[in-house]
Protein backbone atom coordinates (compact mmCIF):
# COMPACT_ATOMS: atom_id res chain seq x y z
CA UNK A 1 0.00 0.00 0.00
CA UNK A 2 2.26 1.93 0.32
CA UNK A 3 4.63 4.24 3.48
CA UNK A 4 2.74 5.27 6.11
CA UNK A 5 -0.51 4.66 3.64
CA UNK A 6 -3.46 2.29 4.77
CA UNK A 7 -6.47 1.38 3.24
CA UNK A 8 -10.24 1.69 4.24
CA UNK A 9 -13.02 0.37 3.23
CA UNK A 10 -16.02 2.21 2.99
CA UNK A 11 -19.52 0.50 1.70
CA UNK A 12 -21.32 3.16 -0.57
CA UNK A 13 -24.78 3.04 -2.32
CA UNK A 14 -25.46 4.63 -5.37
CA UNK A 15 -28.55 5.34 -6.50
CA UNK A 16 -29.62 3.33 -9.38
CA UNK A 17 -27.44 0.28 -9.02
CA UNK A 18 -27.06 -0.54 -5.48
CA UNK A 19 -23.58 -1.81 -6.31
CA UNK A 20 -20.32 -1.32 -3.33
CA UNK A 21 -17.00 -0.64 -4.20
CA UNK A 22 -13.68 0.40 -2.26
CA UNK A 23 -11.64 3.31 -1.86
CA UNK A 24 -8.66 4.27 -0.84
CA UNK A 25 -8.15 7.27 1.33
CA UNK A 26 -4.96 9.34 2.67
CA UNK A 27 -4.57 10.55 5.92
CA UNK A 28 -4.98 14.04 4.68
CA UNK A 29 -8.25 13.63 3.29
CA UNK A 30 -9.48 12.28 6.23
CA UNK A 31 -8.45 15.17 7.99
CA UNK A 32 -10.12 17.33 5.91
CA UNK A 33 -13.14 15.96 5.74
CA UNK A 34 -13.42 16.12 9.17
CA UNK A 35 -12.85 19.71 9.21
CA UNK A 36 -15.68 19.92 6.50
CA UNK A 37 -17.73 17.83 8.64
CA UNK A 38 -17.25 20.19 11.55
CA UNK A 39 -17.45 23.90 9.66
CA UNK A 40 -20.90 22.64 8.49
CA UNK A 41 -21.99 21.55 12.17
CA UNK A 42 -20.95 24.87 13.41
CA UNK A 43 -22.65 26.72 10.69
CA UNK A 44 -25.75 24.70 11.03
CA UNK A 45 -25.92 25.54 14.88
CA UNK A 46 -25.38 29.33 14.19
CA UNK A 47 -28.12 29.24 12.10
CA UNK A 48 -30.25 27.53 14.23
CA UNK A 49 -29.91 29.93 17.16
CA UNK A 50 -30.42 33.17 15.09
CA UNK A 51 -33.57 31.56 13.67
CA UNK A 52 -34.61 31.15 17.02
CA UNK A 53 -34.02 34.63 18.37
CA UNK A 54 -35.68 36.35 15.62
CA UNK A 55 -39.08 36.20 17.22
CA UNK A 56 -37.72 37.16 20.33
CA UNK A 57 -35.70 40.42 19.12
CA UNK A 58 -38.89 41.33 16.02
CA UNK A 59 -40.74 43.72 17.97
CA UNK A 60 -44.77 43.04 18.33
CA UNK A 61 -47.70 45.41 18.39
CA UNK A 62 -50.67 44.62 20.12
CA UNK A 63 -53.79 46.54 19.04
CA UNK A 64 -54.88 49.16 21.51
CA UNK A 65 -57.91 46.70 21.87
CA UNK A 66 -56.31 43.54 23.34
CA UNK A 67 -53.82 45.67 25.19
CA UNK A 68 -55.17 44.51 28.50
CA UNK A 69 -55.77 40.97 27.13
CA UNK A 70 -51.78 40.36 26.90
CA UNK A 71 -51.19 41.36 30.00
CA UNK A 72 -49.87 38.87 32.31
CA UNK A 73 -52.64 37.45 34.35
CA UNK A 74 -50.55 38.44 37.65
CA UNK A 75 -50.41 41.91 36.59
CA UNK A 76 -53.84 42.18 35.84
CA UNK A 77 -54.65 41.27 39.28
CA UNK A 78 -51.57 43.16 40.91
CA UNK A 79 -53.36 46.55 38.53
CA UNK A 80 -55.38 48.67 41.15
CA UNK A 81 -58.80 49.84 40.46
CA UNK A 82 -58.93 52.94 38.61
CA UNK A 83 -61.45 54.51 41.08
CA UNK A 84 -62.20 52.98 44.84
CA UNK A 85 -65.25 54.19 46.48
CA UNK A 86 -64.12 55.39 50.25
CA UNK A 87 -65.08 53.56 53.03
CA UNK A 88 -68.60 55.38 54.42
CA UNK A 89 -67.77 55.90 58.11
CA UNK A 90 -69.19 53.95 60.56
CA UNK A 91 -72.79 55.18 61.96
CA UNK A 92 -72.62 55.73 65.74
CA UNK A 93 -75.02 53.60 67.53
CA UNK A 94 -77.69 55.48 68.96
CA UNK A 95 -77.30 56.97 72.34
CA UNK A 96 -73.81 56.19 71.98
CA UNK A 97 -71.46 60.09 72.93
CA UNK A 98 -70.42 61.44 70.24
CA UNK A 99 -66.42 60.88 69.06
CA UNK A 100 -64.32 63.65 70.45
CA UNK A 101 -62.91 65.40 67.95
CA UNK A 102 -59.41 65.50 67.53
CA UNK A 103 -57.53 69.21 68.48
CA UNK A 104 -55.34 70.78 65.70
CA UNK A 105 -51.70 71.99 67.39
CA UNK A 106 -51.58 75.86 66.28
CA UNK A 107 -48.56 76.81 64.94
CA UNK A 108 -46.10 78.50 67.49
CA UNK A 109 -46.54 82.36 66.71
CA UNK A 110 -43.83 84.72 65.64
CA UNK A 111 -43.74 85.98 69.09
CA UNK A 112 -43.12 82.96 70.79
CA UNK A 113 -40.65 81.82 68.02
CA UNK A 114 -38.67 85.29 68.44
CA UNK A 115 -38.24 84.85 72.83
CA UNK A 116 -35.33 85.01 74.19
CA UNK A 117 -34.94 81.84 76.61
CA UNK A 118 -34.07 83.84 79.89
CA UNK A 119 -33.34 80.48 82.08
CA UNK A 120 -30.85 79.17 79.62
CA UNK A 121 -28.77 82.90 79.23
CA UNK A 122 -25.60 83.24 80.45
CA UNK A 123 -26.02 86.29 83.00
CA UNK A 124 -22.66 87.36 82.81
CA UNK A 125 -21.63 86.30 79.53
CA UNK A 126 -23.65 89.38 77.84
CA UNK A 127 -22.52 93.11 76.50
CA UNK A 128 -25.70 95.65 76.85
CA UNK A 129 -27.91 94.27 79.78
CA UNK A 130 -30.99 96.39 78.32
CA UNK A 131 -31.10 94.21 75.58
CA UNK A 132 -30.05 90.81 75.22
CA UNK A 133 -32.00 89.59 72.00
CA UNK A 134 -35.22 90.37 70.49
CA UNK A 135 -34.70 93.78 72.17
CA UNK A 136 -35.43 91.87 75.91
CA UNK A 137 -33.75 93.54 78.44
CA UNK A 138 -31.98 91.31 81.40
CA UNK A 139 -34.47 93.01 84.07
CA UNK A 140 -37.56 91.81 82.27
CA UNK A 141 -38.02 89.65 84.92
CA UNK A 142 -37.86 91.60 88.10
CA UNK A 143 -40.27 92.34 90.82
CA UNK A 144 -40.15 95.00 93.41
CA UNK A 145 -38.00 93.29 95.26
CA UNK A 146 -35.44 92.63 92.73
CA UNK A 147 -35.56 96.57 92.10
CA UNK A 148 -34.77 97.04 95.41
CA UNK A 149 -32.26 94.43 96.10
CA UNK A 150 -30.15 95.90 93.10
CA UNK A 151 -30.50 99.27 94.59
CA UNK A 152 -29.10 97.75 97.90
CA UNK A 153 -25.99 96.10 96.49
CA UNK A 154 -24.97 99.69 94.53
CA UNK A 155 -25.79 101.78 97.52
CA UNK A 156 -23.63 99.86 99.49
CA UNK A 157 -20.94 99.22 96.51
CA UNK A 158 -20.26 103.27 96.48
CA UNK A 159 -20.57 103.61 100.13
CA UNK A 160 -17.64 101.31 100.80
CA UNK A 161 -15.38 103.10 97.76
CA UNK A 162 -16.51 106.40 98.86
CA UNK A 163 -15.71 106.04 102.68
CA UNK A 164 -12.71 104.22 101.80
CA UNK A 165 -11.28 107.39 99.36
CA UNK A 166 -12.55 109.99 101.51
CA UNK A 167 -10.82 108.51 104.88
CA UNK A 168 -7.78 107.97 103.10
CA UNK A 169 -6.14 106.48 106.42
CA UNK A 170 -4.82 102.97 106.01
CA UNK A 171 -5.76 102.05 109.40
CA UNK A 172 -9.48 102.97 108.57
CA UNK A 173 -9.92 101.03 105.10
CA UNK A 174 -13.51 100.09 105.61
CA UNK A 175 -16.97 100.97 107.86
CA UNK A 176 -17.37 98.84 110.46
CA UNK A 177 -20.89 96.83 110.27
CA UNK A 178 -21.98 97.81 113.47
CA UNK A 179 -21.77 101.58 111.82
CA UNK A 180 -22.84 101.32 108.27
CA UNK A 181 -26.23 102.82 109.06
CA UNK A 182 -25.06 105.78 110.39
CA UNK A 183 -22.34 106.47 107.42
CA UNK A 184 -25.65 105.42 104.96
CA UNK A 185 -27.31 107.95 106.41
CA UNK A 186 -24.86 110.44 106.27
CA UNK A 187 -23.92 109.96 102.77
CA UNK A 188 -27.33 109.19 101.19
CA UNK A 189 -29.28 111.51 103.60
CA UNK A 190 -31.86 108.84 103.95
CA UNK A 191 -32.60 106.20 106.85
CA UNK A 192 -31.46 102.80 106.09
CA UNK A 193 -34.22 100.69 107.73
CA UNK A 194 -33.59 97.08 107.82
CA UNK A 195 -37.28 96.24 108.43
CA UNK A 196 -37.36 97.58 104.74
CA UNK A 197 -35.84 94.20 103.75
CA UNK A 198 -37.35 92.20 106.23
CA UNK A 199 -34.44 91.73 108.53
CA UNK A 200 -33.56 92.70 111.99
CA UNK A 201 -29.84 93.92 111.64
CA UNK A 202 -27.02 94.84 109.38
CA UNK A 203 -25.64 91.53 109.24
CA UNK A 204 -28.26 89.66 107.66
CA UNK A 205 -29.10 92.46 105.77
CA UNK A 206 -25.68 92.14 103.96
CA UNK A 207 -26.18 88.41 104.05
CA UNK A 208 -28.92 89.26 101.32
CA UNK A 209 -26.36 91.24 99.42
CA UNK A 210 -23.23 88.82 100.05
CA UNK A 211 -22.52 88.42 96.23
CA UNK A 212 -21.66 92.05 96.17
CA UNK A 213 -20.41 93.12 99.55
CA UNK A 214 -18.59 90.59 102.04
CA UNK A 215 -17.08 91.50 106.02
CA UNK A 216 -13.30 90.88 106.31
CA UNK A 217 -12.83 88.32 108.97
CA UNK A 218 -9.68 90.83 110.42
CA UNK A 219 -11.39 94.14 110.70
CA UNK A 220 -14.82 92.93 110.38
CA UNK A 221 -15.23 96.33 107.94
CA UNK A 222 -17.44 96.10 104.95
CA UNK A 223 -15.53 95.97 101.77
CA UNK A 224 -17.25 95.81 97.82
CA UNK A 225 -16.69 92.62 95.84
CA UNK A 226 -16.76 94.90 93.05
CA UNK A 227 -14.22 96.83 91.48
CA UNK A 228 -14.57 101.23 91.92
CA UNK A 229 -13.71 101.67 88.70
CA UNK A 230 -16.42 100.59 85.91
CA UNK A 231 -17.34 100.73 82.54
CA UNK A 232 -20.87 100.60 83.42
CA UNK A 233 -22.66 99.48 86.06
CA UNK A 234 -24.50 96.20 84.09
CA UNK A 235 -22.66 94.20 86.30
CA UNK A 236 -25.39 95.19 89.39
CA UNK A 237 -28.05 93.89 87.06
CA UNK A 238 -26.15 90.47 86.19
CA UNK A 239 -25.67 90.01 90.02
CA UNK A 240 -29.37 90.76 90.63
CA UNK A 241 -30.41 88.57 87.63
CA UNK A 242 -28.62 85.61 88.98
CA UNK A 243 -29.47 86.22 92.98
CA UNK A 244 -33.54 86.01 91.40
CA UNK A 245 -32.67 82.59 89.58
CA UNK A 246 -31.08 80.99 92.53
CA UNK A 247 -34.10 82.22 94.87
CA UNK A 248 -36.81 81.56 92.51
CA UNK A 249 -35.06 77.55 92.01
CA UNK A 250 -34.89 77.49 96.28
CA UNK A 251 -38.57 78.11 96.45
CA UNK A 252 -39.45 75.54 93.46
CA UNK A 253 -37.34 73.35 95.84
CA UNK A 254 -39.58 74.39 98.94
CA UNK A 255 -37.19 76.38 101.13
CA UNK A 256 -39.45 78.86 102.50
CA UNK A 257 -36.34 80.88 103.76
CA UNK A 258 -35.43 81.80 100.44
CA UNK A 259 -38.20 84.05 100.10
CA UNK A 260 -37.24 87.69 100.99
CA UNK A 261 -39.86 89.00 103.08
CA UNK A 262 -40.67 92.90 101.16
CA UNK A 263 -43.75 93.98 100.59
CA UNK A 264 -44.79 96.57 97.82
CA UNK A 265 -45.38 99.15 100.34
CA UNK A 266 -42.41 98.91 102.11
CA UNK A 267 -40.53 98.82 98.68
CA UNK A 268 -41.73 102.16 97.94
CA UNK A 269 -39.97 103.90 100.71
CA UNK A 270 -36.78 103.01 99.81
CA UNK A 271 -36.33 105.74 96.89
CA UNK A 272 -37.80 108.16 99.78
CA UNK A 273 -35.93 110.09 102.48
CA UNK A 274 -35.72 110.01 106.10
CA UNK A 275 -38.37 112.81 106.22
CA UNK A 276 -40.46 111.67 103.04
CA UNK A 277 -38.78 113.40 100.01
CA UNK A 278 -36.29 112.43 97.72
CA UNK A 279 -32.77 111.70 98.63
CA UNK A 280 -30.65 114.60 97.43
CA UNK A 281 -27.33 113.93 95.39
CA UNK A 282 -24.49 111.64 96.96
CA UNK A 283 -21.32 113.59 97.74
Given at each position: ?????????????????????????SPKSILYGRIACG????????????????????????????????????????????EEAAPLPEEAAPG??????????????????????????????????????????????????????????????????????????????????????FYYSRYFRKTLNH?????????????????????????????????????????????????????????????????????????????????????????
Open positions: TGQGDYITETTYRFVGNGAGNLRIMVLLVTGLIVAGVLLAMPMLTPTTTPPGKQQSAMPMQQQQAAPLPAPPAPEEEEEEPASEEEEGKVDMDALDVFGIEDVTNVGEKTPLFCNFGFEDWGMMSLRFEIHLLTHAFRRDANDPDRSGIPVEHMAKYYGVETSDELLKLIRDTIFVTRATKVIESRVPDELENFGVFAMLTEEARRDRVRRIDMGEESAKLKMSPASASGLSMGASGSPPAASP
